[in-house]
């Protein structure tokens, strides 16, 4: 596991090896919670901060396996969109996925997904949390939400957009596997959303954290051809 602090009142929490799986903390609000078998590693990382809530930037098997353990143990209140709620709340998270019997979708759904966790609050296009602003960027799933804060311009992406490839590892930009993507067409609209921002610092749920010098323009430049 390794914690560093990326921006103020920012810290990546890497459950993975290569930054493989991230997590964040923002304003004392953990973002997302990785897999099933890193909670306790999640639960030892943020028991230096004073986490006041946890929010989803939605509810897969790699970003909510913690979940519930998380807040049941810190006692804490769990926010997500409207559309990702059943989801979360079932621990059912590779519903969406578009190959159900693939085996990476039962891999996951056996040892990935956490147990469902009940939902305390909904987020929206506009709400704030902390010092962020929620963006809706729907594609991956439903009712994925990134976050934004203005006044450094730094981005918690979720997986709207990748800076690994999952199976070698390799860094770089790239949408997600077409195999956890429920609209792509509809990411790709997310993604030009996000670029819209300008965004200087970007946090993903997969690969290194990017300080921005002109691979995002240079993506979205690929992505439109």
Known sequence: MHQRAIAENVYQIALLPRNSINCYIIDNILVD????????????AVKTHNIKSHVLSHAHADHQGGSKMI??????????????ISLTETGDVTRDYSHQK??????QKKFWAGAGC??????KE????????VIETPGHSEGHISFFRERDKLLI???TLVNMNLISTFVGLSQPPDLFT???QQNIISIQKLASLKPKILCFGHGPVLRNKGELEKFIERLSA
């Open 33 to 44: 919670s990785g897999i099933r078998s890193t909670s306790k590693t999640l639960l030892k």
């Open 71 to 84: 807040c049941e143990t810190l006692k804490i209140p769990l926010f997500c969109n409207e559309k990702e």
């Open 102 to 107: 693939h085996p990476v979708t039962l891999f």
């Open 118 to 123: 009940k939902v305390s609050g909904i987020l």
């Open 126 to 133: 506009g709400d704030e949390m902390g010092s962020f602003t």
């Open 157 to 159: 992406v979720g997986d």
């Open 182 to 184: 429920l609209n792509k």
